[in-house]
Nanobody, 129 residues
Framework: VQLQASGGGLVQPGGSLRLSCAAS????????IGWFRHRPGKEREGISC????????FYRDSVKGRFTISGDNAKNTVYLQMDNLKPEDTGRYHC???????????????????????WGRGTLVTVSS
C-alpha cells in the first residue's frame, strides 16, 4: 500500500492549489481517502475525506467552502482543490487511507475512530505574500 501526495508549493493568500493523492496497492472502491495536515506549532488535524462506496464527503469547518475533494477511481487518485488559501493553511498535507469518513459529529484520532492505517510523506503548502 502506497499513498503519494503531490501538488504543494508556494502560493499567495487568496490563491489556489490542487493536491493529488496517487494510491496503489488497493482500490478506492473499498476504502475512503482523507487528507490531514500538520501546521507549524499545531497538532495534526483531519481536514477532508471522500468515500466512493457511499458518496460521503467530509470537510473540517475551517476549510468548508474553500476546499473540494474529488476522486477518480479509474486512476486510483484523489484530489484536493484548495481555493482562497490563507496563511493559516500553511503546513504539510498528507493523504491517508481510512475505513470510512467522519460523519456529522467528527472526532479526532482518525486511527482509532475511522480506521486510518496508511499515509504518505505529504506535500508542503506555503501560503505567504
Amino acid at each position: 500500500v502506497q499513498l503519494q501526495a503531490s501538488g504543494g508549493g508556494l502560493v499567495q493568500p487568496g490563491g489556489s492549489l490542487r493536491l493529488s493523492c496517487a494510491a496503489s496497492g488497493f482500490s478506492l472502491d473499498a476504502y475512503a481517502i482523507g487528507w490531514f495536515r500538520h501546521r507549524p506549532g499545531k497538532e495534526r488535524e483531519g481536514i477532508s475525506c471522500i468515500s466512493s462506496s457511499d458518496g460521503r464527503t467530509f470537510y473540517r469547518d475551517s476549510v468548508k467552502g474553500r476546499f473540494t475533494i474529488s476522486g477518480d477511481n479509474a486512476k486510483n487518485t484523489v484530489y484536493l482543490q484548495m481555493d482562497n488559501l490563507k496563511p493559516e493553511d500553511t503546513g504539510r498535507y498528507h493523504c491517508t487511507r481510512l475505513e470510512r469518513c467522519p460523519g456529522s459529529n467528527p472526532r479526532d484520532h482518525w486511527e482509532a475512530n475511522y480506521g486510518m492505517d496508511y499515509w504518505g510523506r505529504g506535500t508542503l503548502v506555503t501560503v505567504s505574500s
